[in-house]
């Protein structure tokens, strides 16, 4: 607003000057002179007007260099504005792709919940989650104390499915025990001691999974070995024995666990 201001002081003075030429001016100072001390009192005061004109011709153009100058700064201001508003643009639209990955984490667990619910099993107050021991095809029924050679009584669930049929651990927790090479009633045989305080009874597997040894931590779900019919098994149809121990001790009958995991029921 100075700037223009001053602007039209300036042009109003050079439309003044182009209308009262200087040399008409001197020449009219001649013709009307009255006296030497007249004349001179007539050129100090022409000379006071073009210092004022050259103050404002001074003024208006400091006034444009302060003007370009601001406008270059605020260019500079503008360009950085824009590039910071990209950046928090570019973190929201990151935001919102974690907060989408996160809500579809959230529905995932909660369809976890759900499914683990659905496989959690009271017995006589007893409350055990487990996944199913055999990942694919297979059978088994409720064949807890089927008496066995040597007067014994069969202390576990036989899980049917075909030979190399992945094992997977029911639990989180590690490998307490095992017995890699086929030996004893149990052939290959497989502990696994659950953070739930519970032990889990692997026997008669074909093989061991790669990576898998003895203080291994495994995963619920994680592939720890393979239906096989080694061991006292060696004449009956491929089949993995799995037992529950509760806090370690003596075996109970898995197969209320066995049937709320089931994924094939």
Do not use: C
């Amino acid at each position: 607003m100075e700037l223009d201001l001053n602007q039209q002081k300036l042009d109003e003075r050079v439309v003044a000057m182009y209308k009262n030429r200087t040399d008409l001016l001197i020449l009219n100072l001649l013709l009307n002179f009255k006296g030497f001390d007249s004349f001179i009192s007539d050129l100090e005061f022409m000379a006071k007007v073009s210092e004022a004109d050259m103050a404002l011709v001074g003024k208006t153009k400091l006034l444009k260099d302060q003007v370009q100058q601001n406008q270059f700064k605020l260019e500079e201001e503008q360009a950085k504005q824009k590039q910071a508003l990209g950046e928090v643009e570019t973190k929201q639209a990151e935001m919102k792709r974690n907060l989408d990955a996160q809500n579809m984490l959230q529905q995932l667990l909660s369809a976890d919940i759900i499914r683990l619910q659905a496989q959690t099993t009271n017995v006589d107050g007893l409350q055990i989650t487990i996944l199913f021991p055999v990942n694919g095809p297979h059978s088994f029924i409720d064949d807890w104390g089927f008496p066995r050679s040597g007067g014994r009584r069969h202390r576990g669930n036989d899980i049917f499915a075909k030979e190399g049929t992945p094992v997977v651990a029911v639990t989180d927790g590690y490998i307490d025990e095992w017995t890699p090479k086929e030996k004893g009633l149990g052939g290959i045989v497989l502990w696994v001691r659950g953070y739930d305080n519970n032990r889990y009874y692997y026997a008669h597997l074909q093989k061991i999974a790669p990576g898998i040894t003895l203080g291994s931590k495994v995963a619920a779900g994680q592939v720890i070995g393979y239906v096989g019919n080694t061991g006292n098994a060696r004449t009956t149809p491929h089949h993995l024995h799995f037992q529950i121990h509760p806090g370690g001790g003596e075996p109970i009958n898995p197969y209320p666990f066995l049937v709320a995991s089931d994924p094939y029921k």
